[in-house]
């Protein structure tokens, strides 16, 4: 499996790093093993001389020309917050990038990109009227530029059409994997038990509301009105708060967050649950109906299905 990894200036070391090593590391573990199937990762480049964040220097070959990958991976670039992502989105290799993922997709390559990735991969356009993720902190950011895209950014790997995305950050990790288990699960599980990676499916357990970079003053009122309302949360209430209507006020949370405002507001809800429970030894019963639910049980199932953990374990994390 010849994998291209398109490096971009500016590139996210660790996102970098996480693909090289996992794929490196699974081709080593095939070669002890007898096996065939071995990735091999080559580094890319639409420039000669490519540096990563913090100024390192990267051993590129050229991207044009040459023998058609089997599958390019586009790794983060070092952007967290939106404006400096806006400005690189900007630049002309991006731009380039976008003319070959596009050329290369048209000879049947199979497209993947991580965290800040997909931000290049989307605006390629490659990824219109399909299912894709991204960084959960940066989806509003998403949402706005890429409007055509089916966005579901609980999910840690997405894959349709010869396109796959990845989550936040260390997703570089997941993705990698993904790519080894489409040609030998077990070579995965192997790689993974010696890189001590743990199955990730969900951002769920992740994502911190109140880190959803956003910059809408609606959103915003609704957001510090229902955080002090959780118990007696009313959306005629928050939309009055808001200063808007319950429909209009919907719509902009669906357009800004890709969510409504209740389900929002349990996201919400399962944060502060989940601060009560490891900063308090208040019980189950009472930290539900403070963050509004009516019984305990009704919040450990919630806990379980957005987090994937029970009380017991949320509280032994906060023990460690």
């Given at each position: 499996?010849?994998?291209?990894?398109?490096?971009?200036?500016?590139?996210?070391?660790?996102?970098?790093?996480?693909?090289?090593?996992?794929?490196?590391?699974?081709?080593?573990?095939?070669?002890?093993?007898?096996?065939?199937?071995?990735?091999?990762?080559?580094?890319?480049?639409?420039?000669?001389?490519?540096a990563t964040q913090h100024g390192l220097t990267v051993p590129v070959t050229p991207a044009q020309g040459g023998a058609r990958p089997d599958v390019v991976?586009?790794?983060?670039?070092?952007?967290?917050?939106?404006?400096?992502?806006?400005?690189?989105?900007?630049?002309?290799?991006?731009?380039?990038?976008?003319?070959?993922?596009?050329?290369?997709?048209?000879?049947?390559?199979?497209?993947?990109?991580?965290?800040?990735?997909?931000?290049?991969?989307?605006?390629?356009?490659?990824?219109?009227?399909?299912?894709?993720?991204?960084?959960?902190?940066?989806?509003?950011?998403?949402?706005?530029?890429?409007?055509?895209?089916?966005?579901?950014?609980?999910?840690?790997?997405?894959?349709?059409?010869?396109?796959?995305?990845?989550?936040?950050?260390?997703?570089?990790?997941?993705?990698?994997?993904?790519?080894?288990?489409?040609?030998?699960?077990?070579?995965?599980?192997?790689?993974?038990?010696?890189?001590?990676?743990?199955?990730?499916?969900?951002?769920?357990?992740?994502?911190?509301?109140?880190?959803?970079?956003?910059?809408?003053?609606?959103?915003?009122?609704?957001?510090?009105?229902?955080?002090?309302?959780?118990?007696?949360?009313?959306?005629?209430?928050?939309?009055?708060?808001?200063?808007?209507?319950?429909?209009?006020?919907?719509?902009?949370?669906?357009?800004?967050?890709?969510?409504?405002?209740?389900?929002?507001?349990?996201?919400?809800?399962?944060?502060?649950?989940?601060?009560?429970?490891?900063?308090?030894?208040?019980?189950?019963?009472?930290?539900?109906?403070?963050?509004?639910?009516?019984?305990?049980?009704?919040?450990?199932?919630?806990?379980?299905?957005?987090?994937?953990?029970?009380?017991?374990?949320?509280?032994?994390?906060?023990?460690?």
């Amino acid at each position: 499996m010849d994998v291209a990894v398109l490096v971009l200036d500016q590139v996210f070391d660790l996102g970098l790093s996480a693909v090289l090593d996992t794929l490196t590391t699974a081709g080593e573990l095939a070669q002890l093993g007898g096996g065939r199937a071995q990735p091999r990762p080559r580094m890319v480049g639409l420039r000669r001389h490519v540096a990563t964040q913090h100024g390192l220097t990267v051993p590129v070959t050229p991207a044009q020309g040459g023998a058609r990958p089997d599958v390019v991976v586009v790794p983060a670039l070092g952007c967290k917050v939106p404006d400096t992502l806006r400005a690189a989105l900007g630049r002309k290799d991006v731009h380039e990038a976008g003319e070959l993922l596009r050329d290369w997709s048209r000879q049947g390559t199979l497209l993947a990109a991580a965290c800040t990735g997909t931000f290049v991969l989307a605006a390629s356009g490659l990824l219109d009227d399909g299912p894709a993720t991204t960084t959960w902190w940066l989806v509003p950011l998403f949402r706005q530029l890429y409007p055509r895209v089916d966005l579901d950014e609980s999910r840690m790997i997405v894959e349709a059409r010869g396109r796959v995305t990845a989550g936040a950050a260390l997703a570089h990790l997941d993705l990698a994997l993904w790519l080894v288990r489409r040609k030998s699960p077990s070579l995965a599980a192997q790689t993974a038990r010696y890189l001590m990676v743990d199955a990730r499916p969900s951002q769920a357990a992740f994502a911190i509301p109140d880190q959803l970079a956003h910059d809408d003053p609606m959103v915003e009122r609704f957001e510090r009105w229902a955080r002090g309302h959780l118990a007696d949360f009313s959306l005629a209430a928050a939309a009055r708060a808001a200063g808007t209507s319950e429909r209009t006020l919907a719509r902009r949370l669906h357009d800004v967050l890709g969510k409504s405002p209740l389900g929002f507001v349990q996201e919400l809800r399962v944060e502060r649950a989940v601060h009560l429970l490891q900063s308090s030894s208040a019980d189950v019963d009472s930290i539900a109906a403070e963050v509004g639910y009516q019984s305990g049980v009704t919040l450990r199932t919630l806990l379980r299905r957005k987090l994937g953990r029970g009380v017991r374990e949320l509280r032994r994390a906060r023990a460690r």
